[in-house]
């Protein structure tokens, strides 16, 4: 039976109370889920990492090291180093030059200004300093254009001729003797005639001109020392007391007589000799060649001989040819 008060009949829950009922609960969750973290984060447990961890196997067991034991160890390294010994940690202004007094430099060494030690140079001319004492620039031009002319003046060349030959031209001459037994009193007697001709030769040099005088058989022999003279009177006089000195005798070596006289880069070269031998070989006579610097200097020969010459392709005469001279043949018999 339906009682007859409805006014006692439950009435359903309004929705919008069950949402908003609903909300709350999840809002408050958030905050305090929200707070939970924060205090995790900052008083709670530390944030874990990856690190490297080194041991050490000791007699009493295993000792263990992490980064924290190595960046502490490094830190108190750092602490020890003085301040004071960092020289990138000073200030310009505080560094000082040694205490040390340089020549010629005042003894305020310290405050010295960097452009009164390497002043720029003066590109105008205006401060320019003389490089001798007492002379200026037109000084220094003047000598320069001086030494210059001296060093291109040659020596005035002049001409020789011996025993009939060509005129052989320079201002230096080297004179190669042969003084074998057969160039003697005993032989052709050519020694003498020689001396006779090249004391003619020698009074036409000047004195500025250069000479030398070598006679050779087996060994060699200097007029003086080894080295070109000057045509002065007294070393032309010393020409008598050579070949008052020489006898005539030994063996022949052509290729070192001419090679000693090629060493001394005279302009001309004579070879008076009456061509026995051994004669020059081939080689031999290309390294004469080779030292006479590009026939810059010219071989002249001289040949001794009884009655006219037999044979005419000598190697007196190659060696004439080859280096821009004259050969000569010379008849002891007339």
């Known amino acids: 039976m339906i009682p007859s008060d409805a006014s006692h009949v439950r009435r359903p829950v309004p929705a919008w109370v069950t949402s908003l009922v609903v909300h709350a609960v999840i809002l408050i969750g958030c905050v305090l889920f929200l707070r939970s973290q924060t205090t995790t984060s900052g008083g709670g447990e530390a944030e874990r990492s990856g690190a490297i961890v080194l041991a050490r196997v000791t007699p009493t067991g295993q000792t263990y090291f992490d980064e924290s034991d190595a960046a502490a160890s490094s830190a108190a390294a750092v602490d020890t180093v003085p301040t004071e010994a960092l020289p990138s940690q000073v200030a310009p202004a505080e560094l000082e030059l040694n205490d040390v007094e340089l020549p010629g430099l005042p003894a305020d060494a310290g405050s010295l200004d960097a452009n009164r030690l390497l002043p720029s140079p003066d590109l105008s001319g205006t401060d320019r300093q003389t490089l001798l004492p007492g002379q200026g620039d037109e000084e220094i031009l003047a000598d320069d254009a001086a030494m210059r002319a001296a060093r291109g003046a040659a020596v005035p060349a002049t001409q020789l001729s011996i025993f009939g030959s060509g005129p052989a031209t320079g201002a230096s001459f080297v004179f190669v003797i042969d003084r074998s037994k057969s160039m003697g009193s005993e032989g052709l007697d050519a020694l003498a005639a020689a001396q006779r001709e090249l004391a003619l030769a020698l009074a036409n040099l000047e004195p500025q001109h250069e000479f030398q005088i070598i006679a050779y058989h087996h060994k060699l022999q200097y007029m003086n020392e080894r080295a070109l003279l000057k045509a002065t ?24 007589a001419m090679v000693a006289a090629m060493h001394l880069h005279p302009d001309v070269v004579f070879l008076l000799t009456d061509g026995g031998d051994p004669h020059l070989t081939k080689p031999q006579m290309a390294e004469i060649r080779r030292m006479g610097r590009g026939g810059q200097t010219k071989i002249h020969c001289i040949q001794f001989g009884y009655g006219p010459l037999q044979n005419v392709d000598t190697f007196m005469r190659r060696l004439a040819l080859d280096n821009g001279g004259g050969f000569q043949y010379v008849d002891v018999t007339k």
Do not use: C, M, P, V
């Open 233 to 256: 009177e007294s070393n032309r006089l010393q020409l008598n007391k050579f070949f008052g000195g020489l006898a005539a005798f030994g063996g022949t070596d052509h290729a070192r």
